[in-house]
């Protein structure tokens, strides 16, 4: 999971050395709920919940400290107990890092929970579709 976490550091250079590297991921789990990060840093993807595989997705995207996260349907495949806590921490995250997010999902009663504005796309693919075989 720390490979997880730690390779946007690596990519974009950030962190002096592996030490400050390792303090960046663990504070960014445990802005991810993971706890105790010390811990959790070190298993395995296989041996977490789905609501915790997402935490460590979390995780990954805030160690850099972004604006903005793309956020691409993060609650479709969890259980519904799983689907309100990672709502909760993506809240939570919203107002403690002051991170925006476009939030991409089917369900508008989920956007409902994080969103203060939403735009609904409706038909494109079937209105390009047409454009294409009329022109």
Request: charge should be negative; charged fraction near 20%.
């Amino acid at each position: 999971m720390y490979e997880s976490v730690v390779e946007p550091l690596k990519i974009h250079g950030v962190g002096d050395s592996a030490n400050e590297r390792r303090t960046m991921v663990l504070e960014a789990l445990d802005f991810a709920h993971l706890r105790p990060p010390q811990r959790l840093a070190g298993v395995y993807p296989h041996e977490l919940s789905g609501g915790q595989r997402q935490r460590v997705a979390i995780a990954s995207a805030i160690v850099l400290g972004p604006e903005l996260i793309v956020a691409d349907e993060p609650v479709s495949m969890l259980d519904v107990s799983a689907r309100a806590g990672i709502l909760r921490l993506m809240v939570d995250l919203r107002d403690r890092l002051g991170v925006s997010y476009l939030f991409i999902t089917h369900d508008l009663a989920v956007a409902w929970v994080v969103a203060d504005r939403i735009a609904v796309v409706y038909l494109v693919a079937s209105s390009s579709l047409e454009r294409a075989r009329t022109s």
